[in-house]
Nanobody, 115 residues
Framework: QVLLVESGGGLVQAGGSLRLSCTAT????????MGWYRQAPGKQRELVAI???????NYADSVKGRFTISRDNAKNTVFLQMNSLKPEDTAVYYC?????????WGQGTQVTVSS
């Protein structure tokens, strides 16, 4: 059974930092495009950042310059370093893995940024 397990969420003050991790099991991790998405209450899930199997990255405009996505294929883990957090970053953050027609999601981790 494929599992994506996120960790690292929590409560932080505006301007602070958090580092999210997502570890995958039972997939050939290095093949997968890995991404972080988020969903705030009453809003649609949106893409935050993605990283390809070769390490190319893309970011939502709202997080460029503040968030960094990275991956460690030896540990089957993708990271999201979040700096200069804002209250509007408050959401449940989901890890996503995609390869060909396969797509998997983690259970989500809550990030709350207080003003």
């Amino acid at each position: 059974q494929v599992l994506l397990v996120e960790s690292g969420g929590g409560l932080v003050q505006a301007g602070g930092s958090l580092r999210l991790s997502c570890t995958a099991t039972h997939i050939t991790f290095s093949r997968y495009v890995m991404g972080w998405y988020r969903q705030a209450p009453g809003k649609q899930r949106e893409l935050v950042a993605i990283i390809s199997s070769s390490g190319s990255t893309n970011y939502a405009d709202s997080v460029k310059g503040r968030f960094t996505i990275s991956r460690d294929n030896a540990k089957n883990t993708v990271f999201l370093q979040m700096n200069s957090l804002k209250p509007e970053d408050t959401a449940v953050y989901y890890c996503n893995g995609e390869w060909t027609s396969l797509r998997f999601w983690g259970q989500g981790t809550q990030v709350t940024v207080s003003s």
